[in-house]
């Protein structure tokens, strides 16, 4: 048994999470971050997470924040290890690699492309912690069992994390367009691009109707199945025999 004692700071913490703030409610590292979620998930400026704001949606004294966090940059690397923990949560580990991957791509852009203004803000973040470790070897591991050797599994590995995250920043800046932004871009296709003279702009007229309808929606699935058919390949390059893979 580990007799070490506390150290004094994880003491204090410890304490101070017993505590309760004017309004009554514990503070907590866990309720700081759903709480900052939340802020974010109702929309704002670049103002739309704040201590100040973070501390009146607690009913807690906004310098209290600071017993859990740094500074708002750490407020925000545990808010993106709080979303890769929740994709965490849903992604399945039966199957071949292909699907689970699969299921792995498609339920991490679902879950970012749910929350917006967190994805613009923390897609392109290293957290360092917990949930990502875990994820970042979930991931190698699909690789590493598919027949990848170190060098590729991470290479394919960051392919594949940078492909989801960032359609799923541009699919959740366009979620957050406001209504009539969003309503023009939409209408565009057809109002626009539809009525070009073929004279003058020949491919887009004969592409015309197919662009109205793929281009209001995510291509994250269609490039997603492309780059597995790339990586099947490239794996039946990688062990076939001879290879000295």
């Known amino acids: 048994m580990d007799r070490t004692p506390p150290q004094p700071e994880r003491a204090i913490a410890r304490k101070r999470r017993r505590r309760p703030t ?15 979620i939340r802020l974010l998930n109702q929309g704002g400026g670049d103002d739309a997470l704040t201590v100040r704001r ?41 199957g071949g690699w292909r699907e689970r991957l699969r299921h792995v791509g498609e339920h991490l852009h679902a879950t970012y492309v749910a929350h917006p203004k967190v994805a613009l803000l923390a897609a392109s ?16 591991a699909i690789f590493r069992e598919a027949g990848f050797p170190p ?41 626009t691009y539809a009525r070009l003279d073929p004279r003058t702009h020949p491919h887009i007229s004969a592409c015309a109707v197919p662009l109205a309808k793929t281009m209001v929606t995510s291509a994250y699935p269609g490039a997603l199945a492309l780059f597995l058919d790339g990586l099947e390949a490239r794996l039946a390059e990688v062990t076939a025999p001879g290879t000295g893979r």
């Open 125 to 140: 973040r290293v957290t360092r912690r917990p949930n990502e470790i875990r994820a970042v070897e979930t991931g190698l």
């Open 22 to 36: 004017k309004s009554g409610v514990v503070l907590s590292h866990e309720l700081i971050v759903d709480t900052a």
């Open 151 to 191: 060098d590729l599994a991470a290479r394919h590995y960051h392919q594949f994390v940078d492909l989801t995250l960032g359609f799923a920043a541009l699919d959740a800046a366009a979620n957050a367009l406001p209504p009539e932004a969003a309503a023009a871009d939409r209408a565009a296709w057809t109002a």
């Open 54 to 94: 973070l501390g009146t949606a607690l009913g807690a004294d906004p310098s209290s924040i600071y017993r859990y966090f740094r500074d708002t940059d750490d407020l925000v690397l545990a808010v993106a290890d709080e979303l890769i923990g929740r994709t965490l949560a849903g992604t399945r580990r039966d």
